[in-house]
């Protein structure tokens, strides 16, 4: 009997959470945890705000993982990563929380971030994390955001 996974947010009518430390992220269980596989989440209109300014701040955000035991489920993803709307924090701070908080929920064998930051002052920030080692019978594409000229 196949079992049902364990998520409280898929299927229901859920509020945005205000901030990300309210926000609910889950996981549901890999079916193929005996295959190296790569999963990637792209949101290319993440927002925050700038924790002086009070501004909004905008990236274009790449999640790549290989999965163990556990997926990230994407209702709850999408609903942590617009917690941000309204959250002060610096691109440093926002790319590596999230891929800190994906990768202790779900354990991954590789996971890594790649945070392409609009312009702030004139200056694009892109920030990058990963952590495990890429298995070497994955093919991982490049994450596809060239380097500033006006992204897009």
């Known amino acids: 009997m196949t079992r049902k996974p364990q998520v409280r947010q898929l299927g229901r009518n859920v509020a945005l959470p205000h901030n990300p430390d309210e926000a609910e992220l889950e996981r549901v269980a890999n079916p193929h945890p005996d295959t190296h596989y ?6 290319p209109e993440f927002t925050s705000l700038c924790p002086v300014t009070g501004q909004p701040d905008f990236a274009h955000l790449v999640i790549d993982y290989v999965p163990a035991k556990w997926l990230v489920e994407s209702k709850s993803l999408k609903l942590y990563l617009a917690s941000f709307r309204n959250h002060g924090a610096f691109h440093e701070d926002c790319t590596v929380a999230i ?6 929920l779900i354990e991954p064998h590789y996971l890594r971030i790649g945070g392409y930051w609009y312009p ?3 200056i694009p920030i892109d920030v990058f994390w990963q952590t495990g080692t890429l298995p070497k019978d994955v093919w991982l594409p490049d994450q596809g955001v060239q ?6």
């Open 38 to 43: 790569a999963a990637r989440f792209t949101a």
């Open 99 to 104: 891929a800190k908080r994906i990768s202790d």
């Open 120 to 122: 702030r002052g004139g």
């Open 147 to 152: 380097t500033y000229r006006g992204r897009g």
